[in-house]
């Protein structure tokens, strides 16, 4: 099946700096690609819709400033978190979805811990 | 918004047991997926089924769309069957809205 790779897997942060995660299809191109928010025991809650060449598209309650998202490339798509607090701490996951197809398929993940 | 319930919540097997997991959504859908979230947080595609029924080894997934409920079944549980079960459906846009999970743990 189709892969899909994040990086970081595990990162922490200091209060008030940001930090980037990728999410790259290997072995084939993702129109769109999407982001989920997990907090621990919960299911997965979806943030955004990032398709390439143009600007996500956020879920309410999602702060457009907060979680920039960027799909520069058809394998490749950023979540960035900015000013990161507490409260962001969470299990982010990006899955992508092949073209002309339903499927989606998931990355391993990233922890964020912000302190 | 669209519902999605599944049932059980939590299910603590033997190793060596059968189960059935439940997965009910509230309005009529075009596709469903399946998931196995494992204990280190990577999500493992077990089935794609907006209806019918398909098998994969020890797992089988049945969809009735008309009757809005899929059902998961594991037999001959093995403790590396561990972890969170997700059926997903799809909103507008195709963005997949999760289920509630079912935590299954199969204990030697």
């Known amino acids: 099946g189709a892969v899909v790779s994040q990086h970081p897997s595990r990162v922490i942060c200091k209060s008030g700096t940001s930090v980037k995660i990728e999410c790259r299809s290997l072995?084939?191109?993702?129109?769109?690609m999407f982001w989920y928010r997990q907090f621990p025991k919960q299911s997965l809650m979806l943030m955004a819709t990032?398709?390439?060449?143009?600007?996500?598209?956020?879920e309410q309650g999602v702060e457009k400033d907060k979680f920039l998202i960027n799909h520069a490339s058809l394998t490749l798509s950023t979540l960035t978190v900015t000013s990161a607090h507490p409260e962001d701490s969470s299990f982010y996951i990006c899955?992508?979805?092949?073209?002309?197809?339903?499927?989606?398929?998931f990355g391993p993940g990233t922890r964020l811990t912000v302190t | 918004g669209i519902q999605v319930e599944q049932s059980p919540p939590d299910l603590i097997l033997q190793e060596g047991a059968n189960s059935t997991l439940r997965c009910n959504f509230s309005?009529?859908?075009?596709?469903l997926q399946w998931f196995h979230q494992n204990p280190w947080g990577q999500l493992i595609n077990l089935f794609y089924?907006?209806?019918g029924t398909k098998q994969n080894g020890r797992l089988s997934a049945t969809t009735v769309a008309t009757e809005r409920y899929s059902l998961l079944y594991i037999s001959s549980s093995q403790t590396t069957d561990s972890g969170v079960y997700f059926c997903?459906?799809?909103?507008?846009?195709?963005?997949?809205?999760f289920g509630t999970g079912t935590s299954l743990t199969v204990i030697p």
């Open positions: 899955s992508a979805r092949e073209p002309f197809s339903y499927e989606q398929y």
């Open positions: 072995d084939f191109q993702a129109t769109t």
């Open positions: 990032s398709n390439e060449g143009s600007k996500a598209t956020y």
């Open positions: 309005d009529s859908v075009n596709n």
């Open positions: 089924i907006p209806s």
């Open positions: 997903a459906v799809p909103v507008v846009g195709n963005q997949f809205y």
